[in-house]
């Protein structure tokens, strides 16, 4: 064979080294990895944040969906002083410590149950994490059966009990129309995110769980410690950094969360149900105002962002300590 063709074959070989070597080092390897990523939160969330900016700052509606108009912060003054935006405001806020209240305590309560072993296991793991995989529709359609004003298995159970009914201890009603009351509504709507949101929290929550060495609990049943002290002095301060993720995830997740209210209580009666993402929907989509509807969007944003920040370093801080 001659020179030539022997430097040929080895140029495409040493290039193929050359730019595998190159693959190899972490910071290429890192980028390649992360890159898919990168461009989904640029294009999925990046872009329709900047977007919503500047439909903001614009008088675009349905009809006319320009930009170039700016208006700067007349949108978010206007918004701001209607009673329906204060009214949606205090229910997203309402919902989402409900929720978060409700999923903390009792992913922390399954966690504690699932790292132990007993008969049934994988049957009620498997069944435990239905709710966070059923589509919103279909877990709206079953609690709007169970939470029904007249078929709700839920008031036949308190008439049962003597707690409805005539002569019933909570009065003569049959029914609670839990849907058509403003109180009871949002107490609907928080227990409903509260099945869904608890699988997800308690995944997190157990991660952590099942990472604490079981010697520390040994250790402590032999030092005389009962139930409430090992929880309270090794199994939440343990937990802590994943129920401070457990709840900025969950906290995103239902503040942002319009599908539930828009099935159950279409924000009604009125508007007493009504949360901020689904009043940013009925202003901007079905009211025309896009910039509205943007400006209602992006109202919590500075306030999630601070609450995010300080929730990682707060995690971040309890890791290291």
Do not use: C
Not at 271 to 291: D, E, N
């Amino acid at each position: 064979m001659s020179t030539q063709q022997r430097s040929g074959v080895g140029q495409p070989r040493g290039r193929l080294k050359r730019i595998g070597a190159w693959l190899d080092q972490p910071k290429v390897l890192a980028w390649l990895m992360l890159g898919p990523a990168v461009l989904y939160v640029i294009a999925f969330v990046g872009f329709p944040f900047l977007l919503a900016i500047a439909l903001s700052m614009s008088d675009a509606t349905i009809g006319d969906p320009s930009l170039d108009t700016f208006v700067g912060l007349d949108n978010f003054k206007a918004v701001i002083q209607t009673d329906a935006f204060k009214l949606a405001l205090r229910n997203s806020l309402i919902v989402t410590a409900g929720t978060l209240g409700l999923v903390l305590v009792l992913a922390t309560l399954a966690s504690e149950l699932l790292v132990h072993a007993f008969r049934g296991k994988r049957l009620f793991q498997m069944i435990f994490i239905l709710p966070w995989a059923l589509p919103v529709s279909l877990t709206a359609i079953v609690w709007m059966w169970f939470l029904d004003s007249t078929f709700s298995p839920v008031d036949w159970v308190l008439v049962k009990l003597n707690l409805l009914g005539p002569g019933g201890v909570w009065g003569p009603f049959k029914h609670m129309y839990f849907l058509g009351n403003e109180w009871l509504g949002l107490a609907s709507v928080i227990v409903t995110d509260t099945w869904r949101m608890l699988p997800l929290a308690t995944i997190i929550v157990l991660a952590a769980r099942m990472s604490i060495p079981e010697e520390r609990f040994e250790q402590a049943r032999v030092d005389g410690a009962g139930v409430f002290r090992i929880l309270f002095r090794i199994t939440l301060p343990a937990l802590k950094p994943m129920l401070i993720v457990a709840i900025l995830f969950t906290g995103l997740l239902v503040i942002g969360e319009m599908s539930l209210v828009q099935l159950l209580t279409r924000g009604g009666p009125g508007h007493s149900t009504q949360v901020l993402p689904y009043w940013a929907y009925l202003k901007g989509i079905q009211g025309g105002s896009l910039a509205q509807g943007a400006a209602i969007t992006l109202f919590l944003f500075p306030f999630l962002l601070v609450a995010s920040v300080l929730a990682l370093r707060a995690a971040y801080r309890s890791q290291e300590a």
